[in-house]
């Protein structure tokens, strides 16, 4: 029997496209905080949602290989904007707003949370949004609501595991098996994980293969 959600693992052909796709420039377009503000949907798209501290910004950065094209806040949730950024001439690339707001007022929660339904809903060249899941942690509560808002929205997520660099291999094992038991529940889970560690460089150039193969 075939394992369920497997690693992914790109061939040459697709390490290759991904590799030329980031060899482009990519630039910040715009932060958007209302949904006509948003870029004309011209080109397709990529978001990227996490918790706070799930290292978002940084492996945004790793992607693109820019050090501070995605800036982390040192506050979780501070920052309430959905920023797009540019990749190469025909990507946009789309950073959401870390969720699992502690100290972020309830109005401005609830404010995000009909954004970001609005911009799931409303996006049609909108391809895959990437979920990342601390390797320490695994998936948990915040996350699940973010699954299943995709669920309801119909738009394809992956699950990308991040900072697997700071988990000994078993009990980075032990978090995978994790988190494909949850997602396994989520209709719009695509049927395979993406390792990664930013620091080490980890599942980098796989997770820009996905990004260069999807139509």
């Not at 715009?30 to 910004?57: H, I, Q, T, W, Y």
Request: glycine letters at 6%; a positive charge.
């Amino acid at each position: 029997m075939d394992l369920q959600f497997p690693i992914a693992e790109p061939d040459a052909a697709a390490l290759e496209k991904g590799r030329l796709l980031f060899a482009g420039e990519t630039n910040f377009l715009k932060g958007v905080v209302a949904m006509d503000g948003m870029p004309p949907d011209d080109r397709l798209e990529v978001c990227f949602a996490g918790r706070s501290n799930v290292g978002k910004s940084t492996l945004i950065n790793a992607l693109t290989g820019r050090k501070a094209l995605a800036r982390a806040s040192n506050t979780p949730g501070r920052t309430q904007e959905i920023n797009f950024f540019t990749c190469s001439d025909s990507h946009y690339l789309v950073d959401l707003p870390g969720y699992g707001f502690a100290k972020a007022p309830v109005k401005t929660v609830e404010k995000w949370q009909r954004l970001l339904k609005a911009y799931l809903s409303g996006r049609a060249t909108l391809r895959r949004a990437f979920v990342l899941i601390d390797s320490r942690h695994g998936v948990k509560e915040v996350d699940e609501e973010i699954m299943t808002l995709l669920d309801k929205s119909a738009v394809t997520f992956q699950a990308v595991l991040t900072k697997a660099d700071k988990v000994k291999e078993a009990e980075r094992q032990k978090v995978i098996d994790q988190v494909r038991q949850k997602i396994s529940k989520h209709p719009a889970a695509y049927p395979e994980l993406i390792v990664t560690s930013s620091e080490k460089g980890w599942g980098v150039d796989v997770l820009r293969a996905v990004i260069a193969t999807l139509v």
